[in-house]
């Protein structure tokens, strides 16, 4: 059974860092591209970031690019992202997912993504 279990998140003040990290396990991660979403109550859920199965591509929403920083250790099954210089719009809840490269490039549309963590918060304060 896939799973995919995220940790890393809490609270920090504005312009401050946090290291999340997502680890998979019951499916063949390295043939995963991986994918971070966060979602505000009431809200869509919304891209963040992906990164492919052997880290070679990444991609970026606009809000985050310069800030945020995907990665992965196929060796130890996990994906990481980085958050530097949180800003308050940053809150939310962060969740990782798997997503099968025979289905192209469509990283950032979630209905793309075939297993799905429950997410960590992250709250940020002014």
């Known amino acids: 059974q896939a799973q995919l279990v995220e940790s890393g998140g809490g609270l920090v003040q504005a312009g401050g860092s946090l290291r999340l990290s997502c680890a998979a396990s019951?499916?063949?991660?390295?043939?995963?591209?991986m994918g971070w979403f966060r979602q505000v109550a009431g809200k869509e859920r919304e891209f963040v970031a992906s990164?492919?199965?052997?880290?070679?591509?990444?991609t970026y929403a606009d809000s985050v690019k310069g800030r945020f920083t995907i990665s992965r250790d196929n060796a130890k099954n996990s994906v990481y992202l980085q958050m530097n210089s949180l800003k308050r719009e940053d809150t939310a809840v962060y969740s990782c997912?798997?997503?099968?490269?025979?289905?192209?490039?469509?990283?950032?549309?979630?209905?793309?993504?075939?297993?799905w963590g429950q997410g960590t918060r992250v709250t940020v304060s002014s």
């Open positions: 019951g499916f063949t991660f390295s043939r995963y591209d």
């Open positions: 990164i492919t199965t052997s880290g070679e591509t990444t």
């Open positions: 997912a798997a997503y099968y490269p025979a289905y192209g490039s469509s990283w950032a549309n979630p209905i793309m993504y075939d297993y």
